[in-house]
């Protein structure tokens, strides 16, 4: 059985940090996105091949998983000519299939329990299954109206503020049948959620809710890229590095490997967990508070702060006395002396002049420099 991952979109709510990292290989602490995809995928053990769907800037994302060695699934690339949208890729990456295919949107994080949305879908002889979760306000994702029956009656992508019925939402996550997908205009830009859905409802057809209400997030935004590093630190997913055994990154492996991490776990005196590296240099006099992810070949100077929720890249150096509050800075950044960061996210090779102030909620891109004594 096979599985496409939708890994296609500019990420553009996602911008400047996607500008030139594609949306599914945003690092998650220090693994990108579609890692976490993968092992969710690999607990079936029927799913022998992912077909990554992909448009915007394939190349860096096939740098990454190259022929899928090491990854324990074989991995196929697909990639659009031009941006075909979420049916019209699935269209073109299944068009070969002849069984059941699962689809997953390529930023959505989740535990869901795959083997029983399967189950659920062949014990219903479905058309089409799909996961749905509840949230607070529907307005960003597909809303979706079910039966007693679990049958579902409407599908409205993107609602209006008058138009909410209740609360839950496609989680982007989908069993199809490769019997319907001739429906789907070939080579042009056309909507699952907006077409295809909606048509299955029209024609009678079997179309299946699965409801979840375990972990679920779709890391598209600033905010929820913040959150999402928030919850695998507060343990409300159990991502690897965090599980003990299995490590973030082998130290000269590729991006993504496991190696051993267990020794990089420290509890704090009365301040949580913290995740460091062995790689990494903590000077004498700096300050940790848990939860917090310090990646190898950081170094962190001596009165330099740590504070809650934040992460330090890869190579990333943070000066004496600089203070980095809920933020996440990805690798070979530079935070200069007596900086201080909060709920920031910094991409790569950031430079941070010495006692800058960068305030929640910035953004900033790959290379920015900020000067010393700036304030943002
Ligand atoms: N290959 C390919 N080609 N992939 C695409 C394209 C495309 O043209 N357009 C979007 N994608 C991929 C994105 O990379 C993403 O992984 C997925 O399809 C969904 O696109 P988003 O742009 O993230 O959609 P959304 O978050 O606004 O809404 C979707 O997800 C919600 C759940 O997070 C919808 O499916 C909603 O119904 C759903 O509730
Ligand atoms: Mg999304």
Redesign the pocket.
């Known amino acids: 059985m096979k599985a496409i991952l939708?890994?296609?979109?500019r990420g553009t709510r996602l911008r400047p940090l996607t500008v030139h990292t594609p949306?599914?290989i945003v690092p998650i602490l220090n693994r990108p996105f579609l890692y976490y995809q993968i092992d969710l995928l690999k607990q079936v053990p029927e799913i022998d091949e992912v077909i990554l769907?992909?448009?915007y800037q394939p190349r860096r994302i096939e740098e990454i998983f190259g022929e899928g060695e090491g990854l324990g699934i074989r991995l196929r690339y697909v990639v659009?000519p031009m941006?075909?949208?979420?049916g019209?890729?699935i269209r073109y990456a299944g068009d070969s299939l002849s069984e059941s295919v699962v689809v997953f949107?390529?930023?959505?994080l989740t535990e869901v329990d795959l083997a029983a949305v399967l189950r659920l879908h062949r014990e219903r002889k479905a058309k089409a299954t799909i996961v749905l979760t509840p949230v607070d306000n529907p307005r960003?994702?597909?809303l979706v109206e079910t039966d007693a029956r679990a049958n579902i009656k409407r599908f409205l992508?993107k609602p209006g503020e008058d138009e909410i019925t209740c609360n839950t939402?496609?989680?982007?996550i989908y069993v199809l049948e490769p019997d319907t997908f001739d429906r789907i205009p070939k080579d042009t830009?056309w909507s699952i959620?907006r077409s295809f859905f909606p048509s299955l409802i029209e024609r009678g057809e079997t179309f299946v809710a699965y409801i979840y209400d375990g972990y679920w997030i779709?890391i598209?935004t600033p905010a929820k890229y913040l959150q999402v590093h928030r919850d695998i630190m507060d343990g409300r997913y159990s991502a690897p590095p965090f599980n003990n055994s299995q490590g973030p990154r082998g130290s000269h492996g590729s991006e993504g490997s496991r190696g051993a991490y267990g020794s990089g776990m420290h509890e704090l005196h009365g301040s949580g967990l913290a995740w460091i590296s062995p790689d990494a240099r903590i000077e004498h006099g700096v300050e940790l508070q848990g939860p917090c992810f310090i990646d190898e070949g950081a170094v962190i100077k001596a009165g330099a702060k740590i504070l809650a929720h934040s992460v330090i890249g890869r190579q990333t150096h943070v000066e004496d006395a600089a203070v980095i509050d809920g933020s996440i800075i990805w690798p070979n950044g530079w935070i200069g002396p007596e900086a201080t960061l909060r709920g920031s996210i910094l991409g790569r090779n950031c430079h941070v002049g010495r006692n800058a102030v960068i305030d929640s909620p910035a953004v900033l891109g790959d290379k920015t420099v900020i000067t010393d004594y700036s304030r943002i």
Do not use: F, Q, R, W
């Open positions: 939708l890994a296609g979109g949306k599914p769907s992909l448009n659009e941006p075909l949208g979420t019209g890729a949107n390529g930023d959505v960003a994702y597909g992508e939402i496609n989680a982007g830009a959620e779709d598209g």
